[in-house]
């Protein structure tokens, strides 16, 4: 029986736990033995590799995070970690390795695969959205529903207030979810690294804005911008708007799965599991144009991923300081 194993290794998402529960399901219906790593790289390396059963995966498909724990493994980026950890796979005759990470996670198993002949697939997971060579990565669309529900809760308060709040989402140095969020709830501003835009050009349009009754804001801005406080204090000092930074952190990552993600979690699990089965072993699943299709580890891990050019074009539009409506 072909042995097959699952891990978790950086950020985690919702849709995890979906992922998992196809898995399981998958590998015994495609006639394969499947086992977890808990804790990531990490736990390849401490041997924590389980058979996984049915009953491990009853009910979590509505719970965010991932049962089987996830890591980020500084001991992995060294060859001689990743030989224990080929070595533990092999004792236990696994062959296939499924990793859902991003792609700091696919440059190791990059390395990995070409020293250990494991055969690998990856499935893009972070809520980031910035792996190269996919459109969509598992936990995004959870990850954008928990930044609108809170900018529509935050937006309830500025207005009752008087206030200019400056929203900050994560994203390390990829502005999608501060671009996506800030269109689809109606924010004056989105600050992202991919549109450099000066606050200062929207003074004479605010102060009009302002004078004709507008009495609140609402900012986005990127994490890898790292001026939230700085734009706040403008709206203070140059508009004399009393403000707020919310940094929405770590909520962004949790939360009960949407369907999309529990959807996305199963479509991209067949797709790895029946890949590996037809022999390409050094791929990851990515989905672009609304297709799923296979790229090497290679191409997705040491290329930088650019944001949609369609999205930019909306952004530019809609944030430009030039389009601000008097
Ligand atoms: O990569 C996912 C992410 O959530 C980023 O958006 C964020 O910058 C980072 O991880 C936070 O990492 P940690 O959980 O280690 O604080």
Excluded at 277 to 292: A, E, I, P
Aim: proline residues 2%.
């Amino acid at each position: 029986m072909d042995k097959i194993a699952i891990l978790c290794s950086g950020g985690d998402v919702s849709g995890m736990n979906s992922a998992l529960k196809r898995f399981v399901e998958y590998a015994y219906a495609k006639n394969m033995q499947p086992y977890f790593v808990y804790n990531g790289y990490e736990g390849l390396i401490d041997n924590r590799i389980v058979e996984a059963h049915f009953a491990d995966v009853a009910g979590i498909m509505t719970r965010g995070g991932t049962k089987i724990k996830s890591a980020r493994s500084a001991r992995f980026k060294e060859p001689s970690y990743r030989a224990i950890a080929a070595e533990n796979l092999r004792q236990k005759g696994i062959t296939k390795l499924i990793v859902l990470g991003g792609d700091g996670s696919f440059r190791g198993m990059e390395r990995f695969h070409h020293e250990s002949g494991i055969a690998f697939c990856g499935i893009p997971s972070t809520i980031d959205n910035d792996i190269n060579g996919t459109d969509y990565c598992l936990g995004v669309d959870t990850a954008l529903n928990v930044i609108k529900n809170a900018i529509d809760s935050i937006r309830d308060t500025a207005s009752s207030f008087r206030r200019a709040f400056v929203i900050e989402t994560m994203g390390r140095d990829c502005g999608y979810l501060a671009l996506v969020s800030a269109i689809t709830s109606g924010a004056e501003v989105c600050l992202i690294p991919e549109i450099p835009i000066d606050i200062h050009e929207y003074k004479g349009c605010f102060e009009s804005q302002i004078r004709k009754g507008r009495d609140y804001f609402i900012v986005v801005v990127s994490e890898g911008l790292k001026n939230a406080p700085e734009i706040a204090r403008w709206f203070e000092e140059e508009l004399g708007f009393e403000s707020r930074v919310s940094v929405l952190g770590h909520i962004q990552r949790g939360g009960n799965p949407s369907v999309y993600d529990r959807l996305m979690a199963y479509k991209f699990v067949t797709h790895a599991i029946d890949t590996l089965l037809t022999g390409n072993n050094n791929s990851v699943v990515c989905y672009t144009k609304s297709h799923f299709n296979f790229r090497t580890i290679a191409e997705v891990a040491f290329n930088k991923y650019v944001l949609d050019e369609d999205l930019l074009i909306l952004g530019r539009e809609q944030f430009a300081p030039s389009h601000c409506q008097m």
